[in-house]
T-cell receptor, first 109, second 113 residues
């Protein structure tokens, strides 16, 4: 299956700081999603972004499919941004997502 | 539209028992996938169903099984529970004919004693 590596594993930020999370994957994909897992365990969709760039408020994401990586940017971080961020990818016709190990973000007031 | 719903939300079982978890997808979504999340192994794919057909299965023992009904609702069953089956079980639905975005439910937290 497709291997997914996320970095860094942990990130501690001061409120108001900006940060970049990275996701590398080992093969071509037709699905790439970023999720935020809330304290109760639910995975919240942030972006569906198999290629290109998208922005949603203080969050933005870029996927360079030809180079097999994706970046998630958090700007002006807030304490509510704390949690685990997952990158997940899907290959062509494999009908599943392969998840990275996640990046745990802690935003301090 | 209502989101993906999963029942029950919490479950406590003992070793050797069996358990059935239920997932109702977003209305109109025909694909349902199941994932297991543990601290040690992270998020792992269990299986995916589309129009009542299993299209892919993860690397789990045969004790893990699933099915999908004609209304797209899905169930997964784990027989002869082991301590290591304690996990958060997450269900996701999508509408592959439109965009293959996976939407996840709140999960069922299973504890095996």
């Amino acid at each position: 299956g497709i291997q997914v590596e996320q970095s860094p594993p942990d990130l501690i930020l001061q409120e108001g700081a900006n940060s970049t999370l990275r996701c590398n994957f080992s093969d071509s994909v037709n699905n790439l999603q970023w999720f935020h897992q809330n304290p109760w365990g639910q995975l919240i969709n942030l972006f569906y972004i198999p290629s290109g760039t998208k922005q949603n408020g203080r969050l933005s994401a870029t996927t360079v499919a030809t180079e097999r990586y994706s970046l998630l940017y958090i700007s002006s971080s807030q304490t509510t941004d704390s949690g685990v961020y997952f990158c997940a990818v899907g290959g062509w016709n494999d009908y599943k997502l392969s998840f990275g190990a996640g990046t745990t973000v802690t935003v301090r007031a | 539209k209502a989101g993906v719903t999963q029942t029950p939300r919490y479950l406590i079982k003992t070793r050797g028992q069996q358990v059935t978890l239920s997932c109702s997808p977003i209305s109109g979504h025909r694909s349902v996938s199941w994932y297991q999340q543990t601290p040690g192994q992270g998020l792992q794919f269990l299986f995916e169903y589309f129009s009542e057909t299993q299209r892919n299965k993860g690397n789990f023992p045969g004790r893990f099984s699933g099915r999908q009904f004609s209304n797209s609702r899905s169930e997964m069953n784990v027989s002869t529970l082991e301590l290591g089956d304690s996990a958060l079980y997450l269900c996701a639905s999508s509408d592959p004919g439109v965009v293959d975005t996976q939407y996840f439910g709140p999960g069922t937290r299973l504890t095996v004693l």
